[in-house]
């Protein structure tokens, strides 16, 4: 059995906090405003999950009301939620992202960005497609405001 996922997070840039997408420390002025990391990617990755087995969302499973979620390491996130997924008894298929940034330029970034996350979901790397994208200086991403990520995963369910 095939089910399909799909996911969105967008955060606002703010100045005093890291850059931090898809796992990766990236060189910029400012970062993502959130209550954990703020990594968009990944944030994106974990909800296309949730969603392929009707699992709720991000949200639900860690709220922003709770403190042990503040400046969590969104790693640690996507890996208990892939844990949820094979307890379920499926794997993923694959997953195609978008991070969607006026700047910096993510294009240097997305090697690493496919190691860290190949590796907790235990995917190999043709499994992941990682596209960056920028607004054309349209809207609040464009205009150098916020950066934002959608990911569609499939998975499949293991044969017994």
């Known amino acids: 059995m095939f089910r399909i ?25 400012k970062g993502l405003l959130g209550h954990s990391d703020a990594d968009v990617l990944i944030h994106a990755i ?3 999950l949730l969603g392929a087995l009707a699992l709720n969302d991000i949200g639900t499973l860690f709220p922003d009301t709770d403190a042990k979620y503040k400046n969590a390491d969104s790693t640690v ?10 307890g ?11 991070i ?14 496919k190691e860290i996350l190949c590796k ?28 934002e990520s959608n990911a569609c995963t499939l998975i499949i369910k293991k044969s017994l």
Do not use: F, W
Request: aromatic share 6%; glycine share 10%.
């Open 88 to 98: 379920k008894g499926y794997v993923v298929g694959n997953i195609d992202c978008n």
């Open 120 to 147: 907790i979901l235990e995917i190999d790397y043709n499994q992941l497609s990682i596209k960056a994208k920028t607004k054309e200086k349209m809207d609040a991403v464009g205009q150098g405001l916020a950066i």
């Open 46 to 48: 974990i909800d296309s």
């Open 77 to 86: 996130l996507l890996k208990h939620v892939y844990d949820l997924i094979k």
């Open 5 to 29: 996922g799909n996911g969105y997070d967008i955060h606002k840039l703010t100045e005093g906090r890291d850059l931090i997408i898809g796992g990766v420390k990236i060189t910029h002025e």
């Open 100 to 113: 969607i940034a006026q700047q910096p330029k993510m294009m240097p970034y997305i090697p690493k960005m």
